[in-house]
């Protein structure tokens, strides 16, 4: 009877831990910028997902539940937000957010380098973004530049700053708890880009907390760390040897444009590309690029409208570029209708699109409309 009793109390104690535990507010980290928040009541806010098949050497996962998703600017590693359902929110402007028991501010900034990416017409801004849930206030930074005076008053009462390793960034958050992101991922993947992995600019740190989870359960002025390194998630999986391959060609046919700029083999490369990895736009959008070089515009409609019937995910800055090279390929052709929907597509994201090329879709629109 006395273990019978026992028992049941252990059952009971495990119960209502685990009901706690689904009860308390959440810091998932994904990987490189991609975390999600939730709450206490399971409202899921994600924030900064990446693409698949940029830069990253790693895939975001296919099944992250999101109730809003946060995008601080439009870049491949910051905006993957077409993982989403289309009825999900998704707040990129500046501005003050009420979505069930999650209170979202954004934070209007410029990213880093704002004055040299403006410059060819590229978006540059980058929206800060704070979420309070819970009484606890956490910040995501993205890529802003280094946070004026004013930025840093506007983020003086947050619990948890997420942030670049950076000291510039780090050293203006003293009385936050600092989680470093945007930084190579040596673990999850063997790709190398222009990111280092962490450990170095650690070195130096105090009160550095190296969890053993991609989750933390934060609290109101936490002061268990100064700096919080988390694992990402293994749900995060290394780019496939096809996707490798495909970029191996692509490289060989970069490399033949370069040297030789023999058509057919820079070609040959491509397709071979395209071969490797039908699932992504890589190798159709750099074939484009060479075909219409050469003024080959019924061949760059081809290549890229089978690349849109193919390609499940595409980057946003991708898609945009390919759009416009569509377009531009449409008006060639004569075929200004199809040409006036690869406009309205650009135009309608004015969020996305470089600032230039959406100019010139709407002055097509323009006089589209009004040569009909």
Not at 90 to 98: N, Q, S
Not at 155 to 182: K, M, Q, S, T, W
């Amino acid at each position: 009877m006395i273990k019978r009793t026992l028992l049941f109390l252990v059952l009971i104690f495990q119960l209502i831990g685990s009901y706690m535990q689904a009860q308390s507010l959440k810091i998932e980290y994904i990987a490189h910028a991609a975390f999600v928040i939730e709450s206490s009541q399971g409202t899921r806010v994600v924030i900064d997902p990446y693409h698949s098949y940029r830069q990253m050497g790693f895939t975001f996962p296919e099944d992250i539940p999101a109730d809003l998703v946060l995008i601080t600017h439009p870049h491949y590693d910051h905006d993957g937000s077409q993982y989403f359902s289309k009825n999900t929110p998704i707040y990129r402007d500046a501005g003050l957010y009420r979505f069930n028991d999650v209170l979202v501010t954004g934070i209007a900034s410029k990213h880093s380098f704002a004055e040299q990416i403006g410059k060819s017409g590229n978006q540059n801004y980058n929206t800060i973004w704070v979420v309070e849930i819970d009484g606890v206030k956490i910040a995501h930074l993205g890529d802003n530049e280094i946070p004026t005076t004013e930025e840093v008053q506007q983020l003086a009462d947050v619990d948890y700053i997420i942030g670049h390793p950076r000291d510039a960034y780090y050293e203006l958050f003293p009385n936050a708890v600092y989680i470093p992101n945007h930084y190579l991922l040596p673990e999850v993947t063997q790709h190398k880009n222009w990111m280092q992995p962490v450990d170095g600019w650690l070195t130096d740190k105090q009160g550095v907390v190296q969890l053993t989870t991609n989750t933390y359960t934060p609290i109101k002025g936490d002061t268990s760390a100064e700096i919080l390194v988390f694992m990402p998630s293994n749900k995060v999986q290394e780019w496939s040897s096809e996707y490798y391959s495909a970029l191996a060609f692509i490289k060989e046919g970069s490399e033949h444009e370069k040297a030789s700029g023999d058509f057919d083999t820079i070609i040959t490369a491509y397709d071979k590309a395209i071969q490797s990895a039908p699932f992504v736009m890589d190798g159709y959008y750099v074939k484009a690029v060479t075909l219409s070089r050469k003024q080959k515009h019924k061949e760059v409609i081809s290549v890229l409208e089978q690349a849109f019937a193919t390609v499940p995910d595409i980057d946003w800055g991708v898609e945009a570029k390919a759009r416009a090279l569509l377009a531009e390929a449409y008006v060639t052709a004569n075929e200004l209708t199809l040409a006036y929907h690869q406009y309205v597509w650009l135009r309608r994201h004015p969020r996305i699109v470089n600032r230039n090329t959406i100019e010139k879709a709407t002055t097509y629109i323009k006089n589209y409309v009004e040569n009909r």
